[in-house]
């Protein structure tokens, strides 16, 4: 989890004498999602420390002209502008208002000059999108929530986005997955400046975990964006998405695309985001999931019905990605289910047209939201980054749903 200390040092060097990494500039824009906003205003802007929580100063700066409207239709007036970055060793941006709108221009200088003067920068969800405008993610690898990465990863292609990570700390350029993410990344820049009992403190405040397991992986909806339906991979994938039960590997897709290897893995990636080892491994275990909710195959035979070369690949593929074995997963889906309620068809059927936008739009029902792992007690992150029954279960051994610097 330490990230690189030569790093920190040449951030720590770099910070200009006028601005205090204690300092917090939180940059608000009009159309922001209130409960986002809220995130970094409670974790730093609350005096906390009769519970052991060293205290930030926080200014809240407006990124532009005010009364600045945000979820239900409430006004908020920021006591400071922009002027007000140039004090901050870190600047946290909660959100953004529309993935596909640009940002001011004066709020991307701001963050630009005050990356070059030294301070932390810090998107939270869609406010890595900003970021990546201000081109403080280029040559970067960064997150955000796993629905907006692949046009993260399309408008910005020299950003390394990663849609699995709770959150990326890259030194002095941050980023988080979704809302309950961006909890999870504040804890983590105070566990950096003051130690894991000042982080515990504050999740104990917050009545959180100090860390979760787990990255996006469980949350993950893997069916592509619409923008490939004109494009010619769409053949392809859907040529894929109709043979998951035959043994297949990425070589062949990229030959039925008359490309190599390299091209077709660059492409992919390009559309979507993934990369296609990664795509195809997900379909086959979303296949594997379907049929041991509807039908009564052995997980032998789902392994063969998904095009995996074994059960124990299998396993370890479902197991990484839902945190569960499929013979559990089996179970805890049957104990779900209401008593005498249809168990549905023996076998699922996946229908994929020829070709177009509407081939792409089947596709993704096909690939549809639901890799979840079956849900013990506890917060999830849901597809709208807000907390559901799932968040806390056990997934990656280590470092939980974190990237730190190399």
């Known amino acids: 989890m330490s990230q690189d200390s030569a790093t920190a040092t040449e951030a720590v060097r770099k910070l ?15 159309g ?21 929580v060293p205290r930030y100063r926080l200014l809240v700066c407006g990124g532009e002209e005010g009364p600045l409207r945000t979820t239900g239709g409430l006004e908020l007036t920021a006591p400071y502008g922009l002027e007000a970055i140039s004090r901050a060793g870190t600047v946290v941006v909660p959100a953004w208002r529309s993935i596909t709108s640009p940002p001011p221009a004066e709020a991307l200088e701001a963050l630009r000059r005050a990356h070059e003067e030294g301070a932390r920068i810090v998107g939270l969800c869609t406010g890595a999108f900003v970021l990546a405008a201000a081109g403080l993610l280029d040559g970067r690898p960064a997150t955000t929530h796993w629905m907006y990465a692949p046009t993260l990863a399309k408008r910005y292609p020299s950003v390394h986005v990663d849609p699995r990570e709770l959150f990326v700390d890259d030194g002095d350029v941050l980023t988080s997955a979704g809302t309950a993410a961006g909890i999870d990344l504040c804890l983590h820049i105070v566990r950096t400046d003051h130690g894991t009992e000042a982080a515990g403190a504050l999740a104990r405040r917050l009545v959180v975990p100090p860390r979760r397991s787990g990255g996006q992986e469980r949350y993950l909806d893997r069916s592509l964006p619409e ?22 590997d990425v070589e062949t897709l990229a030959a039925r695309a008359y490309m190599s290897r390299r091209t077709f893995d660059r492409r992919f990636r390009s559309l979507t985001g993934s990369a296609p080892l ?25 392994a063969g019905r998904c095009g995996f070369r074994s059960p124990v690949a299998l396993r370890g593929h479902f197991r990484r990605q839902l945190g569960s074995s499929p013979a559990a997963y089996r179970a805890a889906y049957r104990a779900r289910r209401p008593q005498g309620g249809d168990p549905g068809p023996s076998v699922p059927e996946t ?56």
């Open 16 to 30: 200009s004498g006028r601005r205090r990494r204690e300092v917090v500039a939180v940059l608000l824009f009009s």
């Open 351 to 406: 229908v994929v047209p020829a070709q177009g936008g509407a081939m792409m739009r089947r596709a993704a029902a096909t690939a549809g939201p639901q890799l979840m792992a079956p849900p013990p007690p506890g917060p999830v992150q849901s597809e709208q980054g807000k907390p559901g029954p799932d968040a806390y279960t056990t997934g990656r051994p280590t470092l939980p749903g974190q990237r730190s610097a190399p």
């Open 227 to 248: 923008e490939i339906g004109s494009d010619p991979l769409a053949e392809v994938v859907a040529w894929a998405l109709e043979h998951l039960h035959e043994q297949f």
């Open 32 to 52: 922001g999602p209130i409960f986002e906003s809220s995130i970094p205003l409670s974790v730093f802007g609350i005096d906390r420390q009769d519970a052991g």
């Open 278 to 302: 990664q795509w195809l491994i997900t379909q086959r275990v979303l296949q594997a999931q379907r049929l041991l909710e509807t039908s009564e195959y052995s997980v032998d035979e789902v």
